[in-house]
Protein backbone atom coordinates (compact mmCIF):
# COMPACT_ATOMS: atom_id res chain seq x y z
CA UNK A 1 0.00 0.00 0.00
CA UNK A 2 1.70 3.69 -1.04
CA UNK A 3 1.03 6.14 1.28
CA UNK A 4 -0.71 9.44 -0.27
CA UNK A 5 0.88 12.40 0.21
CA UNK A 6 -0.57 15.87 1.10
CA UNK A 7 0.46 18.99 0.53
CA UNK A 8 -1.84 22.44 1.37
CA UNK A 9 -1.34 25.51 -0.18
CA UNK A 10 -2.67 28.44 2.21
CA UNK A 11 -2.72 31.97 0.32
CA UNK A 12 -3.71 34.90 1.89
CA UNK A 13 -7.06 36.54 1.23
CA UNK A 14 -9.64 35.48 -1.45
CA UNK A 15 -9.07 37.46 -4.03
CA UNK A 16 -7.91 36.63 -6.80
CA UNK A 17 -4.06 37.45 -7.22
CA UNK A 18 -1.26 35.92 -8.20
CA UNK A 19 -0.61 33.42 -5.04
CA UNK A 20 -3.81 31.89 -5.98
CA UNK A 21 -2.61 31.54 -9.71
CA UNK A 22 0.39 30.06 -8.20
CA UNK A 23 -0.79 28.05 -6.02
CA UNK A 24 -3.34 26.60 -8.65
CA UNK A 25 -0.57 26.14 -11.29
CA UNK A 26 1.76 24.25 -8.75
CA UNK A 27 -1.68 21.96 -7.77
CA UNK A 28 -2.41 21.25 -11.68
CA UNK A 29 1.48 20.45 -12.10
CA UNK A 30 1.72 18.72 -8.94
CA UNK A 31 -1.79 16.54 -9.75
CA UNK A 32 -0.42 15.71 -13.55
CA UNK A 33 3.07 14.65 -12.60
CA UNK A 34 2.53 12.87 -9.16
CA UNK A 35 -1.41 11.28 -9.10
CA UNK A 36 0.01 10.02 -5.54
CA UNK A 37 0.07 13.37 -4.37
CA UNK A 38 -3.22 14.85 -2.77
CA UNK A 39 -3.01 19.23 -2.82
CA UNK A 40 -5.48 21.83 -0.95
CA UNK A 41 -5.61 24.99 -1.14
CA UNK A 42 -6.93 27.13 1.47
CA UNK A 43 -7.40 30.98 2.17
CA UNK A 44 -5.65 30.48 5.81
CA UNK A 45 -7.32 34.24 7.38
CA UNK A 46 -11.00 33.22 5.98
CA UNK A 47 -10.12 29.71 7.84
CA UNK A 48 -9.45 31.13 10.96
CA UNK A 49 -11.16 34.31 11.17
CA UNK A 50 -13.98 33.73 8.64
CA UNK A 51 -15.14 37.63 8.00
CA UNK A 52 -12.49 39.43 8.71
CA UNK A 53 -11.42 38.40 5.71
CA UNK A 54 -13.93 40.35 4.08
CA UNK A 55 -13.03 43.79 5.85
CA UNK A 56 -8.91 42.87 5.18
CA UNK A 57 -9.77 42.21 1.54
CA UNK A 58 -11.28 45.57 1.52
CA UNK A 59 -9.25 47.16 3.36
CA UNK A 60 -6.28 45.99 1.22
CA UNK A 61 -7.56 46.76 -1.87
CA UNK A 62 -8.73 50.22 -1.19
CA UNK A 63 -5.57 50.77 -0.08
CA UNK A 64 -3.74 49.85 -3.43
CA UNK A 65 -5.97 51.74 -5.31
CA UNK A 66 -5.57 54.70 -3.09
CA UNK A 67 -2.07 54.90 -2.90
CA UNK A 68 -0.35 52.67 -4.88
CA UNK A 69 3.30 54.34 -4.57
CA UNK A 70 3.41 53.35 -0.96
CA UNK A 71 2.03 49.76 -1.68
CA UNK A 72 4.57 49.80 -3.87
CA UNK A 73 7.51 50.95 -2.17
CA UNK A 74 6.66 48.16 1.12
CA UNK A 75 6.59 45.20 -1.53
CA UNK A 76 9.66 46.30 -3.18
CA UNK A 77 11.21 46.73 -0.06
CA UNK A 78 10.23 43.50 1.41
CA UNK A 79 10.87 41.65 -1.60
CA UNK A 80 13.73 42.83 -3.80
CA UNK A 81 17.34 44.89 -1.89
CA UNK A 82 19.63 46.50 -3.70
CA UNK A 83 23.11 45.16 -4.15
CA UNK A 84 25.95 46.40 -6.47
CA UNK A 85 23.59 48.86 -8.23
CA UNK A 86 20.93 45.95 -9.66
CA UNK A 87 17.98 44.92 -7.51
CA UNK A 88 17.75 41.46 -6.26
CA UNK A 89 15.40 38.88 -4.76
CA UNK A 90 15.76 39.09 -0.77
CA UNK A 91 16.74 35.92 0.85
CA UNK A 92 13.81 34.94 3.21
CA UNK A 93 14.60 31.45 3.91
CA UNK A 94 16.80 31.83 6.72
CA UNK A 95 14.04 33.75 8.74
CA UNK A 96 12.20 32.44 11.49
CA UNK A 97 10.03 33.53 14.12
CA UNK A 98 11.04 32.80 18.03
Known amino acids: ??????????P???????????????????SEKHPD?????????????????????????KWIQTIPQFYNWIYQSSVYKKGDNRWEFRDWSNWRIN
Open 12 to 30: FLQIPSGHHQAADAIIDEL
Open 1 to 10: MTHKRNILFL
Open 37 to 61: IKCDKVDILSYSYGKVEAFVSLTYL
